[in-house]
């Protein structure tokens, strides 16, 4: 019998076009493996592009062993996940949406891991956190994705902040931004006395982002996803950011004491948590998230410890992690298809109707597990063998991750088990059946890449595993990857992980339901995070409701007393302002200006018509006209006057259009704001006529006008070139500004036609 095509009937032209995302990225993954025997041998190919050369900051990029793991993940696990989504989603008028975030995202996440300049690497980071939250909002109809999302935003964007400013302290510091040149100056970095503070920066955007605690909460609330969504962000790509920059940074920020007692604990209390939450779910999908969560406090915890061994043992693990997590979340996407829910305790007996989903779960699960001959198992006992490196606390370590890990195998148990077999068949779908190609297809490669990995280790070591040691040790590594070391210390703990693994899983009901009716008087982690949304929402209606009261003229008040403030601030705390050496002489002309000044401002104050105060104030203007015309500045005197008749004549049409209200009242504060700014004004021009005037944008201007801007009025250059987006910015605020007024005037009337 023939495969079903992944696409509806009627709709295979579309879905040809919907396979491109796809085919992109897996072309991308071609391209990328060609560099993976150059790599193995030591090479770093490199891209470098002036961006800000002014400040240093280039637009470089390079391909290490590190850079070049993450980038096949990203592209290789892309792939699968488009094609997946594609399939997944063939109905859905969301999916040229999806694809096209997704892409972008993949773009971002590529963009992340190749950066060699710190200011690269964050704007491709927080290009990783805007995409990610339009993704785990995808749903966003419902309230939860909502949600979700905005915890996931603000979570992963305060820890982009700090990412921002760590890694500019650190160019600072080096003179330079580019990772690389950093790394080499490790020990200048670990002597110097901002260190603490760059750790601290630098670790707080990397726990955020790879959900360690105490911010490990949104990543099962990122669940709130798409299946693709969750198999490509939360297995390989964007929760590996934070261990991906720790790996990256261990040259220069490793190997200190508070580099070991902040990871290791931190990493370790992590893979504990997730471990112990994830066999209190029932959804597979949530439980995944959690042991996930677990994946990622182990990596963290080996990168805390930064000896050789335990270096190889974390990016082995992220590996083998990739691989098996996102073929198990695409795998319970396929139960969900196939069989209509994810709940275990919904499905099961669908071994028979299910055989293709059941035998790809079940690969990657037993990875999952750390069973021989997968490459989980490898992993695993390096993980073992690392504690024994520690430079602390290596019983406390290896004790730790044999928890965990007896958890995982488990966890990896009810993956597997629980919706195929011991029962009769039952779930919501009357016939559950093996999805289409498009989205067997994918995880089945990933679960067999993980069995492949481990039947051939030293090809994974030799082109993967030892090129990204290398890179996070900032060193030449020697790995190697074996699947049976004899006899040792490993091979006992694994047997006694897969034991106490048994055990839990033949006690799942009891522990979770143990787990269930415990949890509702445990404290919750995110309360700090309800806590502070909640604080934030009730100061910013609190300042909403002082400061927005509707009233324009409170708005004018209020702006113009903070510019006073500024300015006052600056004269009585500034160290230069002088006194201008001048001497007050009579001139008639001066004089009637002074007078046609006086006489307007008396007039705007004192008169009761609006009208007639908007025609006094275009008087002022025309006066100070008059003063530019009298020191040779005729451009900005027809500028002053054409901007004063506008004015006018703009306002004149605006009152004649309101309802009238009277006469206009004296106020004694707004006079005493006006009178506070209008003398500070003063006080700083006077001020900057006493000091030495600096010529120094004057004989750049002067000098650069014509040869680079081929313009001969120097005013009429600096608006257009060297300051054209000021320019059209300012411009774009006129214009703004006049439709708002337009429809503000025309609010409530109607026009004849």
Same mark, same amino acid.
């Given at each position: 019998m023939?495969?079903? *095509?992944?696409?509806? /009937?009627?709709? +295979?032209?579309?879905? !040809?076009?919907? $396979?491109?995302?796809?085919?992109?990225? %897996? @072309?991308?993954?071609?391209w990328f493996a060609q560099f993976l025997g150059p790599v193995a041998r030591g090479a770093a190919p490199e891209l470098v592009l002036p961006w800000v050369p002014a400040l240093g900051v280039?637009?470089?990029?390079?391909?290490?062993?590190?850079?070049?793991?993450?980038?096949?993940?990203?592209?290789?696990?892309?792939?699968?996940?488009?094609?997946?989504?594609?399939?997944?989603?063939?109905?859905?008028?969301?999916?040229?949406?999806?694809?096209?975030?997704?892409?972008?995202?993949a773009i971002a996440m590529l963009g992340l891991v190749l950066a060699d300049d710190a200011v690269t690497l964050f704007v491709f980071w927080e290009g990783t956190t805007i995409t990610?939250?339009?993704?785990?909002?995808?749903?966003?109809?419902?309230? *939860?994705?909502?949600? /979700?999302?905005? +915890?996931?935003?603000? !979570?992963?964007? $305060?820890?982009?902040?700090?990412?921002? %400013? @760590?890694?500019?302290?650190?160019?600072?510091?080096?003179?330079?931004?580019?990772?690389?040149?950093?790394?080499?100056?490790?020990?200048?970095?670990?002597?110097?006395?901002?260190?603490?503070?760059?750790?601290?920066?630098?670790?707080?955007?990397?726990?955020?982002?790879?959900?360690?605690?105490?911010?490990?909460?949104?990543?099962?609330?990122?669940?709130?996803?798409?299946?693709?969504?969750?198999?490509?962000?939360?297995?390989a790509?964007?929760?590996?950011?934070?261990?991906?920059?720790?790996?990256?940074?261990?040259?220069?920020?490793?190997g200190t004491d508070?580099?070991?007692?902040?990871l290791a604990p931190v990493g370790g209390f992590t893979m504990l948590l997730a471990s112990v939450w994830a066999m209190r779910q029932t959804d597979l999908k949530m439980m995944l998230a959690y042991t996930t969560v677990m994946a990622l406090g182990t990596i963290t915890m080996l990168l805390g410890v930064s000896t050789p061994e335990a270096i190889a043992a974390a990016l082995s693990f992220l590996v083998v992690h990739a691989l098996y997590k996102a073929a198990l979340f695409l795998g319970v996407g396929m139960i969900e298809k196939g069989a209509g829910a994810r709940d275990y305790q919904a499905v099961g007996g669908l071994w028979g109707p299910m055989p293709l989903t059941a035998s790809v779960i079940a690969l990657a699960a037993a990875s999952m597990a750390g069973f021989p001959p997968f490459f989980g198992f490898i992993a695993k006992e390096l993980s073992y063998a690392a504690s024994g490196s520690a430079p602390d606390a290596?019983?406390?370590?290896?004790?730790?991750?044999?928890?965990?890990?007896?958890?995982?195998?488990?966890?990896?148990?009810?993956?597997?088990?629980?919706?195929?077999?011991?029962?009769?068949?039952?779930?919501?779908?009357?016939?559950?059946?093996?999805?289409?190609?498009?989205?067997?297809?994918?995880?089945?490669?990933?679960?067999?890449?993980?069995?492949?990995?481990?039947?051939?280790?030293?090809?994974?070591?030799?082109?993967?595993?030892?090129?990204?040691?290398?890179?996070?040790?900032?060193a030449p590594a020697a790995v190697e990857l074996l699947l049976w070391h004899g006899v040792n210390r490993e091979l006992i703990l694994s047997l006694v992980t897969f034991a106490l693994g048994l055990a839990l899983y033949a006690a799942i009901d009891r522990i979770r339901d143990g787990l269930a009716a415990a949890e509702p008087g445990l404290p919750r982690t995110e309360g700090w995070y309800d806590a502070a949304l909640a604080g934030g929402l009730r100061v910013a209606r609190g300042v909403t409701s002082v400061a927005q009261n509707g009233l324009m003229t409170s708005y004018l008040r209020r702006t113009f007393l903070a510019l006073g403030v500024l300015i006052w601030g600056a004269i009585l705390l500034g160290s230069d302002a002088r006194w201008p050496d001048f001497r007050v002489g009579f001139d008639l002309i001066a004089s009637a200006i002074v007078v046609l000044i006086v006489a307007s401002v008396i007039v705007v104050l004192r008169t009761e018509?609006?009208?007639?105060?908007?025609?006094?104030?275009?008087?002022?203007?025309?006066?100070?006209?008059?003063?530019?015309?009298?020191?040779?500045?005729?451009?900005?005197a027809m500028t002053q006057l054409f901007v004063e008749i506008l004015i006018v004549v703009f306002l004149t049409i605006a009152m004649v259009r309101l309802p009238p209200s009277g006469a206009v009242p004296f106020r004694l504060k707004d006079a005493a704001v006006a009178v506070f700014l209008g003398l500070g004004v003063a006080a700083t021009a006077l001020a900057v006529l006493g000091t030495e005037l600096d010529l120094r944008l004057t004989t750049f201007f002067e000098a650069a006008s014509y040869p680079e801007a081929n313009g001969r009025n120097i005013v009429n250059v600096i608006l257009v070139d060297f300051r054209g987006l000021d320019t059209m910015g300012e411009i774009a605020v006129v214009v703004f500004a006049g439709v708002a007024a337009l429809a503000a005037l025309g609010a409530g009337r109607k026009f004849a036609r």
């Open positions: 023939a495969e079903p *095509s992944p696409f509806p /009937a009627g709709d +295979q032209g579309a879905g !040809v076009w919907r $396979l491109a995302p796809a085919i992109l990225a %897996a @072309g991308a993954f071609v280039d637009f470089a990029l390079r391909l290490d062993g590190l850079s070049l793991a993450f980038a096949l993940l990203i592209t290789g696990i892309g792939a699968i996940c488009l094609l997946y989504a594609a399939a997944y989603f063939r109905t859905d008028r969301r999916l040229g949406s999806l694809l096209i975030t997704l892409t972008l995202f990610s939250w339009l993704l785990v909002g995808f749903d966003h109809e419902r309230a *939860s994705a909502r949600a /979700a999302a905005l +915890q996931a935003l603000l !979570v992963t964007g $305060l820890g982009g902040l700090a990412v921002l %400013a @760590g890694l500019l302290v650190m160019g600072g510091l080096a003179g330079t931004y580019r990772l690389s040149e950093m790394n080499a100056m490790g020990d200048m970095f670990r002597a110097s006395g901002a260190y603490p503070w760059i750790f601290a920066l630098v670790m707080l955007g990397a726990f955020t982002k790879s959900a360690q605690w105490p911010f490990q909460f949104w990543l099962p609330g990122a669940m709130a996803a798409p299946t693709p969504v969750s198999a490509y962000l939360h297995s790509t964007m929760v590996k950011a934070g261990v991906y920059l720790m790996a990256r940074l261990t040259p220069a920020l490793g508070l580099w070991f007692w902040t290596g019983t406390a370590i290896a004790l730790a991750a044999l928890a965990a890990n007896a958890m995982m195998v488990a966890c990896a148990g009810l993956v597997a088990l629980r919706p195929f077999f011991f029962g009769a068949r039952h779930c919501p779908k009357d016939r559950p059946t093996d999805p289409v190609w498009g989205l067997w297809l994918g995880p089945s490669i990933l679960a067999v890449l993980g069995l492949s990995f481990g039947l051939a280790p030293g090809a994974a070591g030799h082109y993967l595993v030892a090129p990204m040691a290398s890179a996070a040790a900032g018509s609006r009208l007639t105060a908007i025609a006094a104030l275009g008087g002022v203007g025309a006066a100070i006209a008059i003063v530019f015309v009298l020191y040779g500045a005729i451009d900005v």
